[in-house]
């Protein structure tokens, strides 16, 4: 990160000591490994296994009065890489996550720099809303998702259960998915979703099926009268699938035998919106 290197090492050391994440000692003995490696004081405590790199991140977003986060499967589209090009993205040590109604939030190593964000919004004609992330985070999906052309069955197939949470009417609303602190928090089920529908709006489809099987779901839809695979999430996903459709669609998640018909306006990048 750019600024005045000890001033920063100095505000990241004693949040983490407010924090109680680590002693004084541990701070002092890392300052002097730092003095003698040249590298970030974050970077040491993380490899010497004192604090983990999500509690560094929070540190960090504190110290420079952002919002943070660690990536994982789920919180990027894969897509949205090609939007500033795998080069350019590892130059600037960004990778964008995720894009609503224009404004696209990027996980940035530097989100203070205004001369990266400027630079950002011309290659990409969007609103950028800058998120922290540490760099080795950033550069390790940028690699998994090189070219934009992630699989997107291996992309869920490496989604977690213990992440997947079922949703209902009380802890989810319409806001959502522009609220990034709940974002982080919440399921990786809302960027499947987010994921499975903007893929069926870009390839032009007429309609998505969603259907259980022994195996877990199928996510099929419809282009030109042909129905295409679009995605088979892992077993267990289907009630959270069925549930996140059902909240975006003003739908009754409680019924479950009745039909329902519910409606959704969905703008994906570049503008290009559809009602389901």
Sequence with gaps: ?????????????????????????????????QRESGRRLGELLV???????????????????????????????????????????EKLRVIPMFLVRGTLTVAMAEPQSAPTIDRLRAATGCNIRPVL??????????????????DVHEFLTKLQHSDVEVIDRETIDDGETTDLDRMVAGSPIINLVNVALSTAVRHGASDIHIEPDRNGTRVRYR???????????PAGMHAAIVSRVKVIGKMDIAEKRLPQEGRVRIVVEGGRSTSA
Excluded at 6 to 20: D, N
Excluded at 62 to 82: K, Q
Excluded at 134 to 148: C, D, F, H, P
Aim: aromatic share 2%.
């Design 1 to 33: 990160m750019n600024g005045r290197p000890e001033f920063r090492k100095m505000q990241v050391g004693q949040a983490l000591l407010r924090t109680g994440a680590i002693t004084e000692t541990q701070l002092q003995r890392a300052l002097a490994d």
């Design 47 to 89: 490899e010497q296994g004192v604090i983990t790199g999500t509690t560094l991140v929070r540190a960090l977003a504190s110290c420079l009065g952002v919002n943070g986060c660690t990536l994982r499967h789920g919180l990027i589209d894969p897509g949205l890489v090609r939007l500033i090009g795998d080069q350019e993205a």
């Design 133 to 150: 992330a540490l760099e080795a985070n950033i550069l390790e999906y940028l690699r998994k998702y090189a070219g934009g052309n992630a």
């Design 223 to 233: 282009v030109d009268g042909m129905l295409r695979d679009l995605m088979k999430p």
